[in-house]
T-cell receptor
Framework: AQKVTQAQTEISVVEKEDVTLDCVYE???????LFWYKQPPSGELVFLIR??????QNEISGRYSWNFQKSTSSFNFTITASQVVDSAVYFC????????????FGQGTELSVKP | DTAVSQTPKYLVTQMGNDKSIKCEQN?????MYWYKQDSKKFLKIMFS???????INETVPNRFSPKSPDKAHLNLHINSLELGDSAVYFC??????????????FGPGTRLTVL
């Protein structure tokens, strides 16, 4: 079965704290893609990152960083020095190569950053 | 310079009515999708089209019928609306690159409320 689990439903931090959002996925496929999307209170879905299953390099983009570990089937997302504008629901998603581009989303983690 | 647009943004209607949601993308992508986001923020794919051909057809009531007149448009028609159809519907598009899947760009969403 293919599945994405984001065990943290809600996280609340104070501005400037670092925060890590967990994502664990399940698939038996060897070729797949992992994504993170942000959904701010305004409701749109904003693409953050894509990773394919053959590329385990970690990535850093400004205050954002991602840690992909196939050994634990995890693709965690860290925000360093969080800001109030980071408040949003964050979704991790799995795309299986052999299923026509279907994105399987996790339940989402609602991050609240307080001033 | 809107990338993926949807109309209407809000749709309030009575049970039993038939309604349509329109989606257009100006990114030149060849694949388009419909997703449903329920009241708990859970996102689930409904359909996808590639160059006007239906690729993904999830377990969705046949009251829902997608129509793709060309590769830039994917409309969603819903017959005999039910209370449980109330949700936010997102259109998305992506461009397959050879044997790779790129990120999906999402429209702003259509909030459907069935009374």
């Amino acid at each position: 079965a293919q599945k994405v689990t984001q065990a943290q439903t809600e996280i609340s931090v104070v501005e400037k704290e670092d925060v890590t959002l967990d994502c664990v996925y399940e698939t038996r496929d060897t070729t797949y893609y992992l994504f993170w999307y942000k959904q701010p209170p305004s409701g749109e879905l904003v693409f953050l990152i894509r990773r394919n299953s053959f590329d385990e390099q970690n990535e850093i983009s400004g205050r954002y960083s991602w840690n992909f570990q196939k050994s634990t089937s995890s693709f965690n997302f860290t925000i360093t020095a969080s800001q109030v504008v980071d408040s949003a629901v964050y979704f991790c998603a799995l795309l299986l190569y052999n299923q026509g581009g279907k994105l399987i989303f996790g339940q989402g983690t609602e991050l609240s950053v307080k001033p | 310079d809107t990338a993926v647009s949807q109309t209407p943004k809000y749709l309030v209607t009575q049970m039993g009515n038939d309604k349509s949601i329109k989606c257009e993308q100006n990114l030149g992508h060849d694949t388009m999708y419909w997703y449903k986001q329920d009241s708990k923020k859970f996102l689930k794919i409904m359909f996808s089209y590639n160059n006007k051909e239906l690729i993904i057809n999830e377990t969705v009531p046949n009251r829902f019928s997608p129509k793709s007149p060309d590769k830039a448009h994917l409309n969603l028609h819903i017959n005999s609306l039910e209370l449980g159809d109330s949700a936010v519907y997102f259109c998305a598009s992506s461009q397959e690159a050879g044997h790779s899947y790129n990120e999906q760009f999402f429209g702003p969403g259509t909030r459907l409320t069935v009374l």
